[in-house]
Every structure is written in C-alpha cells, then in structure tokens.
C-alpha cells in the first residue's frame, strides 16, 4: 500500500489538534506539523502523536506555510488537515481504497462544517469540496496570505463521504476569525492593487448578506444561518473598509516623500 503523509499547520491549536490526530487512527505513516509561535500545548500534543515538527520564526501566509509543510513530507501520498477537521471512519476507508487503487493524482473531499452549535447544510457552505488528498509531487499551495488553495496537475476526483469541521463553536471564535481574516485579506487585495470605500464596503457587504441568506438558502439553517449571513456582511465590510485605509495610509506616505 502506498504511504501517506498528513501534513497540518498551527498555532494555539491544543482544544483541536488532538481531536483531529485521533481521528486519523493509523492512517497516516507520517505527519507533519508546521507550527507559528504556539504558546499552548499545541507541540506537546504533537510530540505525543509522533509528529515531525517545524516551528520557524517567521509568518508568510497561509499558502506559503502550506508549502513549508508539504515540503517536510515524505510519502507517496499527502493529506492536508487543518487542526480543526475530522475524519470520520467511512473516510478512512475511502482514502484506504483509494491509495491503493488511485485513479487520478488528487482527490477532493466534502466537507461539513459547523458553526455555534449545527452543522451548516446550506448557506453556500454545502457542498463544500476541498482539494486535500494528491500524490506528493504532482500539487503546490498558492502563495495567497489567506484564502489559499492547492493547485494540482490533471484531473481531481471527488470522494463521497464527508470530513468533518468544526469552524466556529462559539461567538468568540466568529469574531476572533473575522478580524484576523478581514485585514489579512484586504493587505492581500491590497498587494494585488485592488481598491476599497466606505460606499464599496456597504454594497459588497449587503451583497454578501443576500447572497448568504437568500440566494444560498441560509435562512433554511435557522439561527445560525441568519448569523451566518450577518457575520459573512460584517466581514465583507471590514475588508474593504480595511483596504480603504491601507490605500489612505499609502497615499499619505507618498505625499510625505
């Protein structure tokens, strides 16, 4: 049987990390994690598991960390998990029979997510397929500093059951999360010369809150759809109020010089 290499990258992730390395039960005939400046009990959790580990200094990006880990890979075949994922058992078995009869160089897995108490089955967040499962070799990750992706040669196939991921437990986490990504997001659209205003900022945030709760049916998700569709409306909005004074700060630079 091929061999396979789980590869994650973390930070602070010691309420998950355990819970998902579990949820591998001896799949994997290596894993790999890539750590950023984890104060918690994130390594020792890793330790335990038998995990090879990276801790470098430096933040690059999501994708480019990605890398990192993926470069520190050995086997034949590769899994990226984030800390906050689980297999569930129908899962290992479809990876099982896949690695040993592949029919294409990269997989990609559904993926059912929850968020402050439901699992999420409408609000654009399913079906989730996320390209995950790929021969060492044949894919990198994009160099985005959020939002990244894995890039693969030739075709992907779509596995059938599900891999579960618990996102937001909580209010505090939705926040946390919106924060951090709204302003890596917009320095990203920032670097790419994209633009921002107050009035972009309100449009693409109702537009967002439509889209989540209307046209992706959110309002079938109960509460927390609604709360989803909110917090989706707030993020959009930050961003680009966000990338609207990144671009006021640079402007004001200029004019200094």
């Given at each position: ?144 500093l959020v939002h990244e992706r894995l890039i693969p040669q030739g075709q992907v196939l779509k596995l059938k059951h599900q891999m579960l991921h618990y996102s937001f437990m909580n209010a505090e986490q939705v926040r ?82």
């Open positions: 049987m091929p061999t396979l290499s789980v590869i994650l990258i973390t930070r602070n992730e010691e309420a998950n990390l355990g819970d998902c390395l579990t949820s591998l039960d001896g799949l994997a005939d290596q894993i790999v994690v890539v750590d950023t400046q984890s104060t918690d009990k994130t390594l020792e959790i890793a330790k335990a598991y038998g995990a090879l580990i990276s801790s470098p200094e430096d933040w690059p990006g999501f994708g480019p960390q990605k890398n990192r880990a993926l470069d520190l890979a050995n086997s034949d075949w590769v899994l990226s998990l984030d800390a906050d994922e689980r297999l569930t058992p129908e899962l290992r078995a479809e990876i099982k029979s896949v690695l040993n009869q592949p029919q294409a160089n990269c997989y990609a897995i559904p993926r059912l997510s929850w968020y402050c108490g439901r699992f999420m089955r409408h609000s654009g967040w399913t079906p989730d397929y996320v390209d995950r499962l790929f021969k060492r070799g044949t894919a990198r990750f994009s160099s985005d946390a999360k919106m924060e951090r990504y709204s302003t890596d997001s917009a320095q990203q659209a920032f670097a790419k010369g994209k633009t921002g205003s107050p009035i972009k900022a309100v449009l693409h945030g109702a537009w967002s809150f439509v889209r989540t709760y209307f046209l992706r049916a959110g309002f079938l998700d109960g509460p927390q759809g609604f709360s989803l569709a909110c917090s989706n409306a707030q993020g959009t909005y930050y961003r680009y109020m966000k990338l609207w004074r990144l671009q006021q700060m640079a402007r004001a630079q200029n004019q200094k010089g």
